[in-house]
């Protein structure tokens, strides 16, 4: 990853930036000063990039799956879920959507991880007792949308183009966005494409799609295994697994379908998303421990192999070789509101995505949470993730009230 994030580079370019910037920036330092004055002179502003570390002590954390994959997510909602509603994308999918909290307060969009997960309640949680209008939606193949698991018009732009259309929809003229993992990478393509629609980012242990990303999440693939694993798959799809990630190339045996790489993947995920991963946990692979197969959770590796496949982006088209500018550019510095959250000791999104983004964005409040891995129930980083959405929150709300002359 140092290949990827030069940070004597990125040193430079933000350098500049800043002082070609200062000149065009007076209404975004009156509405700094505004929101500091909201959270108090220690809020996450008074530094343009603020880190701020929480080491606490290590308690066990609870197995709870990254995409719920207990769940029957082609049934109704969770009751802890609004009815929702649906959203006619077009190519056949019908994208499920609901809203809540505070129905005259800023609305957000919050995006869900994968490729291939589902809405989670625990963000909308995030801004309980805020001014915020959340909005959640399932994305194409995932969760309540349907036809669950199809990868069919299913890419990167297909989901920028429904929450578009979502917007549109509700009429609503700007929205600030939460993302999480995969969610972070759908949330900054949106941004990117509609950024006079943007009016900030908080992102979560991002992944950006990047080659090393994905080889990094698999590196522990072998090990985990071990004889057991290898000899209950079978030599073709252990390596058909690693291609995949590796070198983002459909093989001969039919991964999405397959349901034995679906359950061992998901086992192999579980792991990965606690506090340092597999080499932290020393978890290794068991048939009795493996998860029952579900028609959720095999739509689930479905999408999610088919992302792998095509290098996170859905298609096969031919496309420019990825970087970190054309995924995350620097002029999102000047979006609004931006909030970066991420487990130190996060096995399943490398941490110097986050680190690199902060980087790049000098106005970003960078909040590394000690200890913590991957799973927003982590106790190390679960408080952290709550007190920084809800900072963002107020500053979001700061800066539009003062954009509106209000």
């Not at 420019?320 to 609004?336: F, K, N, Y």
Request: hydrophobic share 40%; glycine share 10%.
């Amino acid at each position: 990853m140092a290949g990827l994030f030069p940070r004597g580079q990125d040193d430079r370019a933000v350098s500049q930036d800043r002082t070609k910037r200062s000149a065009s920036r007076a209404l975004g330092w009156q509405a700094i000063r505004a929101c500091r004055e909201s959270v108090g002179p220690q809020g996450p502003l008074a530094r343009s990039v603020s880190y701020e570390r929480r080491p606490q002590p290590r308690v066990p954390q609870p197995r709870i799956s990254p995409v719920e994959k207990s769940m029957n997510l082609a049934s109704t909602p969770s009751p802890s879920w609004p009815a929702g509603a649906w959203l006619e994308a077009g190519d056949g999918h019908r994208i499920w959507w609901c809203e809540g909290g505070d129905a005259a307060g800023w609305p957000v969009l919050i995006v869900h991880g994968g490729p291939g997960g589902a809405s989670r309640t625990e963000t909308t949680r995030w801004f309980d007792g805020l001014p915020v209008r959340w909005i959640v939606f399932d994305q194409r193949g995932c969760g309540r949308s349907t036809p669950l698991g199809s990868t069919v018009a299913n890419d990167l732009a297909a989901l920028v183009a429904d929450a578009e259309r979502l917007r549109e929809q509700l009429g609503i003229e700007r929205w600030a966005l939460v993302g999480g993992s995969w969610g972070a990478r759908v949330a900054l393509a949106y941004a990117s494409a509609h950024t006079a629609h943007t009016a900030g980012l908080f992102l979560r242990s991002p992944f950006l799609g990047s080659p090393a990303e994905a080889a990094r999440y698999v590196a522990d693939w072998d090990d985990w295994l071990g004889d057991p694993g290898r000899h209950w798959l079978g030599a073709a799809r252990v390596s058909a697994f690693q291609a995949l990630f590796h070198a983002g190339a459909r093989q001969d045996v039919p991964i999405g379908a397959d349901a034995a790489l679906c359950r061992a993947w998901s086992a192999y995920d579980d792991a990965q998303g606690v506090a340092g991963g597999v080499k932290g946990s020393g978890a290794r692979f068991s048939p009795e421990r493996l998860p029952t197969l579900t028609g959720a959770l095999l739509a689930s590796w479905e999408v999610h192999a088919h992302y792998a496949a095509t290098r996170w982006r859905g298609t096969q088209a031919a496309a420019q070789p990825w970087s970190i500018e054309s995924v995350a550019p620097r002029s999102l510095a000047d979006l609004g509101p931006l909030a970066l959250v991420w487990g130190e000791a996060d096995a399943t999104c490398d941490p110097q995505v986050a680190r690199a983004l902060a980087t790049r964005w000098p106005t970003a409040v960078a909040c590394p949470a000690a200890g913590a891995g991957h799973r927003m129930s982590d106790p190390h980083l679960a408080p952290v993730l709550r007190e920084q959405a809800q900072r963002w929150a107020r500053r979001l709300a700061a800066l539009e009230a003062l954009r509106r002359g209000v």
